[in-house]
């Protein structure tokens, strides 16, 4: 396994830098920073150019410039790397500290959020094979797969947040949207669950029908202006959580696993007074920290007591159940903030922004407000990111599944008599997840590099808008300290994507062989 490592790194390593090398070079070639002050009529011109031309080390050719650069990047191993400076006068290590957490809070939860939707609704296309789930979600997947992103973006500046605010002066859904909204919901559970057109029918009226119920009454008591959960709604959610969550882990046939998450269900409702308590007179990221780790140790101990063999799948339950549990809390607290975020003058019942990071005007030291203004500037890009990234692995998810179902080893694991849920979830999911893995992997190192075209129409300022400015302004040094970044964590990705694989499958042994 060392060995395996070390010779993966020897060659990553060399990668790394004979791409950089490569830009580096193609990038000085390509412009002339100089271009504009040799135009200049500025008296001072001859020494404005000397003085770039220093600063910049324009007058080493580009080859023996690369490795300048390189020495400095190479302090990185004695805890002192130097990215070197940037044209307006900063250090390069902090333009990027500042616009790594920006890019970071931009792109990781949509790259989430598509993994997750788009691996489950890639398994229920799979296992709902030529239904009208199937060609539906195939049609939604090719269509947002050939969408520009800013094109996607525009709509929902138009529609989520042009016209929700709009909507928010008067929160009275139309009977005709009430209608629409009960037929999606008919339409999408119905394919869902499939089965026989009576089952179909009953799925689809009893959807419609508390969708239609659901929108009626938020419509009615003005939920819009002034959301909330509650503990009632909470708990009756945790309950639902915590059978569908053993349903899929393992199976309701498992009483204990079943106990467990009902306990840690019921936990929620003893738990959200105090719960409220604490976020009212202690807010802030730590308190809410300390809560999750005290509601996974409690979890554990859940678990462990209700489970006298094969206790790992059953704590795993337990914990799941727990942490989902207790986001309704939070989400429920963040529904409580909504109205005081909307009444304050710099939101003016306009909660949902289409530019920025955060609310310049807003001035509130309660830490509720705050955090709900940056997710609101957060909703937009996460939900365009999104829908762009899940279709991907909606396609890649169902056509690997599909062929896992056609393997031998599934047709002899159906004839032993195990449930359809172990055999999808115990043995063909896990093969399934071999070949994603390199993907979401890929994806996630991804992260840093940015959404260029997103950051832009949304106007936020973080590595895709600093590799547009080096790219743009011949910046050498502000590109290539993007560069090492994106680039040195795509090559640490193969490298795990590789560890993974023997994770993931027995068979495959890592350094073995030639």
């Known amino acids: 396994m060392l060995a395996f490592i070390m010779r993966r790194l020897g060659i990553l390593s060399v990668i790394l830098f004979g791409s950089s090398f490569i830009l580096y070079n193609m990038a000085a070639i390509s412009g002339d920073p100089l271009a504009d002050l040799k135009l200049s009529t500025d008296p001072n011109r001859d020494f404005l150019v000397a003085s770039l031309t220093r600063e910049l080390q324009l007058d080493v050719p580009p080859p023996a410039r690369y490795f300048l650069w390189l020495k400095g990047i190479f302090g990185i191993f004695i805890g002192k790397p130097d990215f070197g400076m940037s044209r307006d006068g900063s250090t390069v290590a902090h333009s990027l500290a500042l616009a790594i957490p920006v890019t970071i809070r931009l792109v990781l939860a949509a790259t989430i959020f598509a993994i997750v939707l788009g691996i489950a ?4 296309t799979a296992l709902r094979q030529y239904s009208r789930f ?12 050939s969408l520009p992103i800013f094109w996607v973006a525009v709509l929902l500046k138009e529609y989520l947040a042009i016209s ?11 009977i005709g949207w009430i209608i629409g909204l009960a037929i999606f919901s008919g339409v999408f559970w119905a394919s869902v669950i499939g089965g ?28 819009f202006l002034n959301p909330g959960l509650g503990p009632i709604i909470i708990t009756g959610m945790s309950v639902g959580i915590a059978y569908g969550v053993t349903q899929l882990s393992v199976g309701l046939i498992n009483k204990a696993a079943l106990k467990a998450s009902l306990t840690m269900a019921g936990l929620s409702l003893v738990a959200y007074y105090p719960a409220q308590w ?4 202690h807010p802030g990221s730590l308190s809410v920290f300390i809560m999750a780790c005290v509601t996974i140790t409690i979890a554990v101990f859940v678990g462990l007591s209700f489970s006298k063999i094969d206790r790992a799948p059953i704590v795993r339950t337990t914990i799941i159940t727990a942490v989902l549990s207790a986001g309704l809390v939070v989400v429920d607290k963040f529904m409580q903030t909504w109205k005081p975020y909307m009444e304050t003058d710099a939101i003016n019942y306009r909660p949902v922004p289409t530019i920025g990071q955060r609310s310049d005007l807003l001035d509130s030291p309660d830490y ?16 365009a990111l999104t829908l762009i990234s899940f279709a991907g692995y909606i396609r890649y998810s169902r056509g690997t ?21 172990t055999v999808i979830m115990r043995h063909a999911f896990r093969n399934t997840m071999i070949p994603l893995t390199t993907i979401m992997v890929v994806d996630f190192a991804g992260v840093i ?18 590799f547009r400015q080096g790219l743009l302004g011949y910046d050498l040094n502000l590109l290539m300290g993007v560069f090492f970044i994106t680039a040195s964590l795509s090559v640490i990705a193969n490298l795990v994507a590789d560890l993974l694989y023997s994770a993931l499958d027995p068979r495959i042994r890592v350094g073995g062989g030639a």
């Open 368 to 383: 509720w407000i705050k955090s709900l203004d940056i997710a609101t500037h957060l909703f937009l890009p996460t939900v």
């Open 449 to 466: 590099g940015g959404a260029l075209i997103t950051e832009s129409v949304f106007g936020w300022s973080g590595m895709g808008t600093l």
């Open 278 to 281: 604490v976020f009212d007179k």
């Open 121 to 124: 609704i890639g398994i229920v």
């Open 401 to 421: 599944l599909l062929e896992v179902l056609n393997q031998d080893y599934i047709r002899t694991a159906r004839a032993k008599g195990l449930t359809e849920r």
């Open 134 to 145: 199937d060609y539906s979600m195939t049609f939604v997947s090719f269509l947002m797969f």
């Open 196 to 223: 026989s057109r009576k089952t179909f029918w009953t799925a689809f009226g009893a959807a419609a029908g508390i969708a239609a119920t659901i929108v009626s009454v938020f419509s009615l008591s003005g939920w």
């Open 164 to 174: 929700f605010n709009n909507f928010l002066r008067e929160p009275n859904v139309p």
